[in-house]
């Protein structure tokens, strides 16, 4: 083995091993001491996903939400988020220490996601949305997650394990025949809990900079 | 043939059959199914392509939902398609440049069958909907050991070979090819370490996400084709590389800098501003081993560019190459802040990767099985036609992919910047361009369907040998070309 060797390989290790410390180890680092903040209320923020929240986070990850739908707002000035509505400020690394595995996205090919159950809180409007996303927002391209509910016909009774209160009546665009009402199955109804605890609106500290 | 050729007293040096013989399975077996796995990316790119623009085509059934099939296409085409072709090249270019044998190839078929294998678990794995959700390492954890272990074959392999071979001397593809089996097992034992094991969450996680997905592209796919347009430019037209120093400052600026870009992937997002910082100046410094590899290909090539009519392999090469230098500086700029708050979150993007793996690392694979696969089966290319209707389809169905994508993104990112504007006004204005996505998609994958027959064909066994070997041009032009050969050889004397 020449020097000339070693020095290739030791090199090419060098490069990475430089890149893994600064992007890796340096920011987990960085974010380690990060804990949530005390509210008014005496309540905290962020805090974690639980129950059916959680299991509607794993349904919005097999579903792959991700592909058109980001979760982070950029700061003012930077891109329209915050005039479009989409948040009340930007997003901050507090935001997500509790986020495993990160969802913050990439592209929008649909809105932004971060604070949509500040903006939607309709369990309805939801379930309308993602039954058919031409219900609510007809043009969309969205696809359909028709699967995650059960399609009613008139006098059909109710699944086990649903409330006539989970029932969602079709509106007569809805353009399926025969169906006239449906109710989310489990999945559904945890991929709703989840989407309704989208919020990012508390007012940290740290990003009224 | 089993002497071994004795090139000087001290030196022994295997002979190019030798090499070409003991890596024919083993390359082609790699080959092949980088072949197929494109195939499959293509269809299911070509899927979710229509769905972005007809979500009712294949609606409603939960396996082929657009977030399901859109991270099969990516990850087939990165891991499938990729992985395979970037591994039969090293292999067979690490074996000719060493003048050596290919070591354990039992091993490394067999560590080709369970590669496949991983692919294909961790495919149906998403389709069931059991993706861990962090972009290009959607694979199930249980497909990776599959995917990892075979590249552990090959890393030994390679490094079996380089440090047992007989001259001192190296060339600049083998230290690309060193290069990505050192930086390839880090890179992904580290990412998945990040993401998937749950070592580091949230913000955090998204930056280790990012350095990996960036570099998945950079310290494997590029540096694989950098190597491959190192070795097959200079052989085809029988003139030595430009400059050798430059070939040195190319490689280890790309290697100091590559590594540092990802985190333009998040910009405008909740990091803290360093880390941005670090990736945008990451990206600007590309510019470096970008212009001299650049120098170094293109002006190999200046009084060559004839021989583009005749050569198959020279002509996928140099779409390569060229699309390298440009896709590259479109990177670097993209990285740019000003020009992420218009472009980031849309199609251009999607254009932008399209541009390098379809225009960049796709040809330069091509390029490589054009040259080494008559080499390796003792046949030749079956169709001059097929191979001219896979180039023209794999240009024009890559240009028209990424003009569409970036102008339309463009636009996108224009509007979506301007609240007066309704979201779903910006969905429709997009509709036209990715129905030609989906026309691109179309041509593309005629493309690989004639790369597929010719493939096909050439493996037969004892079938269809050919005395010449297969080019693009007509006989009046093989003519022509020989006058015009004949003509420089005069100017010179």
Not at chain 1, 17 to 28: E, H, K, Q, R, Y
Not at chain 2, 88 to 108: E, H, N, S, V
Not at chain 2, 150 to 169: D, E, G, L, Q, T
Not at chain 2, 335 to 353: D, K, N, P
Request: proline share 6%.
């Amino acid at each position: 083995m020449t020097s000339r060797n070693i020095g290739l390989v030791l090199g090419v290790f060098l490069t990475i091993a430089a890149s893994v410390t600064g992007l890796v180890i340096i920011p987990n680092w960085q974010f380690r001491e990060l804990q949530p903040v005390k509210k008014a209320d005496g309540s905290q923020y962020p805090v974690p996903f639980f129950g059916e929240q959680l299991k509607g986070r794993q349904v919005y990850i097999d579903q792959g939400c991700i592909y058109c739908h980001t979760q982070q707002i950029r700061m003012k000035g930077y891109g329209a988020d915050i005039r479009r509505n989409w948040g009340t400020r930007r997003s901050v690394p507090r935001d997500y220490i509790f986020e495993k595995p990160h969802q913050l996205g990439t592209m929008r090919t649909g809105p932004d996601l971060a604070s949509i159950g500040s903006r939607q809180p309709s369990v309805v409007w939801h379930a309308l949305h993602l039954y058919d996303p031409q219900i609510t927002s007809p043009g969309s391209t969205m696809p359909r997650f028709n699967y995650l509910f059960t399609e009613l016909k008139e006098g059909d009774p109710l699944p086990a394990g649903s409330f006539p209160s989970e029932v969602v009546k079709l509106p007569p665009q809805s353009n399926r025949p025969g169906i006239t009402r449906m109710v989310p199955t489990e999945r559904g109804k945890a991929l709703i809990e989840y989407l309704k605890a989208l919020n990012k609106t508390f007012p940290l500290p740290e990003a009224a900079q | 043939m089993s002497d071994v050729l004795e090139a000087s007293p001290q030196v022994e040096v295997v002979s190019r059959i030798e090499v070409d013989r003991s890596a024919e399975w083993v390359v082609t077996i790699y080959w092949a199914s980088s072949l197929i796995w494109l195939t499959v990316a293509t269809l299911a790119g070509l899927i979710s392509s229509v769905k972005l623009h007809n979500p009712d085509f294949l609606g409603g059934i939960e396996w082929l939902t657009f977030g399901r099939i859109r991270p099969v296409h990516w990850d087939t085409a990165i891991y499938g398609f990729g992985g395979t072709a970037a591994s039969g090249t090293l292999l067979w270019l690490q074996a000719r440049l060493c003048q050596t044998r290919i070591p354990y190839p039992t091993l490394l078929i067999a560590g080709g069958v369970i590669y496949n294998l991983g692919i294909l678990i961790g495919s149906v794995g998403i389709l069931m909907g059991q993706s861990t959700g962090v972009e290009t390492l959607e694979f199930p954890l249980y497909a990776m050991p599959l995917l990892v272990i075979p590249y552990v074959f090959i890393v030994i392999a390679n490094f079996k070979m380089y440090f047992s071979r007989k001259s001192s001397h190296t060339y600049v593809s083998q230290w690309y090819l060193m290069a990505v089996t050192i930086w390839f097992p880090i890179l992904i034992l580290s990412a998945e370490a990040c993401t998937n094991l749950g070592a580091v969450d949230g913000v955090a996680q998204a930056i280790a996400n990012w350095w990996y997905g960036h570099n998945v592209v950079g310290l494997f796919a590029t540096p694989t084709g950098i190597a491959a347009a190192y070795y097959l430019i200079p052989k085809v037209i029988g003139k030595p590389i430009h400059s050798y120093h430059l070939s040195l400052l190319g490689f280890w600026s790309n290697s100091i800098f590559y590594n540092w870009a990802g985190t333009h992937h998040l910009t405008g997002g909740p990091l803290p501003a360093w880390t941005i910082t670090v990736g945008v100046v990451g990206s600007m410094m590309m510019f470096i081993p970008v212009i001299t590899i650049g120098i170094n290909h293109h002006m190999t090539m200046v009084g060559s560019f004839h021989l583009l009519k005749t050569s198959p392999t020279l002509r996928f090469a140099v779409m390569g190459s060229m699309i390298y230098t440009l896709s590259s500086f479109q990177g670097s700029l993209e990285a740019l802040r000003s020009h992420q708050e218009i472009t980031h979150f849309t199609h251009y993007t999607i254009g932008h990767v399209h541009f390098g793996m379809y225009g960049f690392f796709a040809p330069l694979m091509f390029a490589m099985m054009y040259y080494a696969m008559p080499r390796l089966t003792g046949n030749e290319w079956s169709s001059a036609r097929l191979i001219r209707i896979h180039f023209w389809c794999t240009l024009i169905g890559m240009l028209l992919y990424t003009i569409a994508m970036c102008y339309a993104g463009i636009r996108q990112g224009l509007m979506m910047n301007d609240p007066s504007i309704p979201f779903l006004k910006i969905v429709d204005f997009t509709k036209p361009f990715l129905m030609l996505r989906t026309l691109a998609g179309l041509i593309l994958l005629s493309g690989t369907i004639a790369f597929l027959i010719n493939f096909w064909r050439i493996v037969q066994p004892h079938r269809l040998r050919f005395v010449t070997p297969t080019l693009l041009t007509t006989e009046r032009d093989y003519k022509m070309l020989l006058d015009k050969e004949k003509e420089l050889q005069g100017n010179d004397q």
